[in-house]
C-alpha cells in the first residue's frame, strides 16, 4: 500500500485492495480482516461535499469487492501491516503427531499449589496459491517496482 500524493492511507488501502482483487484465485468467499482503526478511519472518510462514502460495514465490503470485513484489534496486527483478505476455505490448520497435546503439573510448595500447562503446536498454510492478499508498507526494494 504506498499512497499518491494527498492521499490518505484509508483510501490508498482501498485503491490498492480493488486492483489486487483482480489478480486474486482463491475460492470466492473473501473475508477481509483489517486493523480497527483503519476500517474505522476508512467509515469516517468522506466526498468533497461532505457526505460518507461507506455507510456501513456491508458496503464498504461491497466496494472492496469482499464478502466481509472484519474488525481486528491493533495489537494483534504487526507492524508495518495493515490487513489480509483471504478465504478461510483455502487454509488449512493441522498439527505434528496427530495434534498431540501434552500435559505437565508440578506443585508450587511456595504457593501450596499445583500448576499446570498444557501444549501443542500447531501450524497452518494456504492449499492454493494466490489465494491471499496481503496489505502492508511496503519494504524499499518494493516501492520501487510498486504497480498500486
Known amino acids: 500500500v504506498t499512497p499518491?500524493?494527498?492521499?490518505?492511507?484509508?483510501?490508498?488501502?482501498?485503491?490498492?485492495?480493488?486492483k489486487a482483487m483482480d489478480s486474486y484465485e482463491?475460492?470466492?468467499?473473501v473475508i477481509l480482516f483489517?486493523?480497527?482503526?483503519?476500517?474505522s478511519d476508512m467509515l469516517l472518510?468522506?466526498?468533497q461535499i461532505?457526505?460518507?462514502?461507506?455507510?456501513?460495514?456491508?458496503?464498504?465490503?461491497?466496494?472492496?469487492g469482499v464478502e466481509q470485513v472484519v474488525k481486528v484489534p491493533a495489537n494483534v496486527i504487526p507492524a508495518g501491516f495493515y490487513g489480509c483478505a483471504l478465504d478461510l476455505k483455502d487454509y488449512n490448520v493441522g498439527a505434528n503427531?496427530?495434534?498431540?497435546?501434552?500435559?505437565?503439573?508440578?506443585f508450587d510448595i511456595d504457593y501450596n499449589q499445583y500448576k499446570y500447562l498444557i501444549?501443542?503446536?500447531?501450524s497452518g498454510a494456504l492449499t492454493l496459491p494466490h489465494s491471499a492478499i496481503v496489505l502492508a508498507v511496503p519494504s524499499n526494494n518494493e516501492s520501487s517496482n510498486n504497480e498500486g
Open 4 to 18: 499518491n500524493a494527498n492521499e490518505t492511507i484509508p483510501h490508498a488501502i482501498s485503491r490498492t485492495m480493488v
Open 26 to 29: 482463491g475460492s470466492g468467499n
Open 34 to 39: 483489517l486493523s480497527a482503526g483503519i476500517v
Open 45 to 47: 472518510e468522506e466526498d
Open 50 to 64: 461532505g457526505h460518507r462514502i461507506h455507510k456501513n460495514l456491508t458496503d464498504l465490503a461491497a466496494y472492496l
Open 97 to 106: 503427531k496427530g495434534g498431540q497435546v501434552n500435559l505437565f503439573d508440578d
Open 119 to 122: 501444549e501443542t503446536r500447531c
